[in-house]
């Protein structure tokens, strides 16, 4: 039992309530990977990304301007699912601060994990409803993600936000270009967020790729090992038993 001591404090301590720039890092690096092989999955299931919202709200006016109701329903559950899986992140991380739960963020994260295995039995509707389920589910999760490291970093990140963070990168490497053309000049780049931002550009994009494969040899059921991450870094910390505190005396 002790070679599994290490691997559930380290899972304790990225969801801990207790918040520390590295475990910020860490947990936006593996939602980022997730998000990207969830990404992949959702064009596998329905041939749509799930987490590019601005693409869906483009798509919504463009079929608005030709009436094709059967596309407008499909962006509108899409960007519903988003926005109400976000809010439902909240609602638990702010329900978990407010009753003093340690677990405020291993809970959004076990309640995604719930969600892609849903979404691995998501192949067993071959009808429009049931990829219409699918869609509506990975954006939920999307949703849940992207609220849930935003409200753990305080706004500094956003795992599935990727035009975001490209144009960061490009600030930042814009701000190095000047900087060699007249040195000195301020503010320079800010390497440490640059590093930060290609991690995450990065894992999203090893994520897409694995998520590519994996999806492409085993469908719907290459969730299931996602699912398998998020529940390994929410468990721990949900089924960790509260010490008992000390009975004061009278």
Known sequence: MAHLRQPLR???????????????????VVLAAVAGAANAGGFFAVGQYTSHMSGYLSQLADDLAVLNLRLVIVCVLAIGAFATGAGFSTVLITWARQTRRQSQYALPLAVQGSFMVCFAWGGIFSSEAGRLFSLACLCFIMGMQNATITK????????????????????????????????????????????ILAELVGAFFTGGLVGAVGYGHLGFFFSLPLATVLLSLSLPALLRRRRKRPARLA
């Open 152 to 195: 753990i970093s305080g706004a500094r990140i956003r795992t599935t936000h990727v035009t975001g963070m490209v144009t960061d990168i490009g600030i930042e490497l814009g701000r190095a270009a000047f900087g060699l053309a007249r040195p000195g000049t301020r503010p320079g780049p800010d390497w440490r967020k640059f590093r």
């Open 10 to 28: 380290t899972a304790r301590a990225i969801v801990s309530h207790r918040r520390t720039e590295g475990s910020d890092n860490a947990l936006a």
